[in-house]
């Protein structure tokens, strides 16, 4: 990617750093928006990681097309 950007190496880990910050908000954002109660919210966000590497393995897998 950082050859490909003409950037560094540095810049491009900051670049991802500051995305996976942005869509974890956003992410939470929405999971609150969406549970009724705190006590769901932490349950359900507990869970996220799981839930997000099993929609990539169905993405690997090829049994869903990527957005």
Do not use: C, K, M, Y
Not at 1 to 21: C, F, K, Y
Not at 30 to 45: H, M, P, Q, V
Not at 53 to 59: M, N, P
Request: no cysteine; hydrophobic share 50%.
């Amino acid at each position: 990617l950082a050859r490909e950007h003409g950037i560094s190496v540095t810049d491009v880990t900051n670049h991802l750093a500051w995305a996976r910050r942005e869509f974890r908000a956003a992410a939470l954002d929405a999971l609150r928006e969406i549970t009724a109660s705190d006590e769901e919210f932490r349950a359900e966000a507990r869970d996220l990681p799981d839930a997000l590497a099993a929609f990539q393995a169905l993405i690997d897998d090829g049994v869903i097309a990527p957005a």
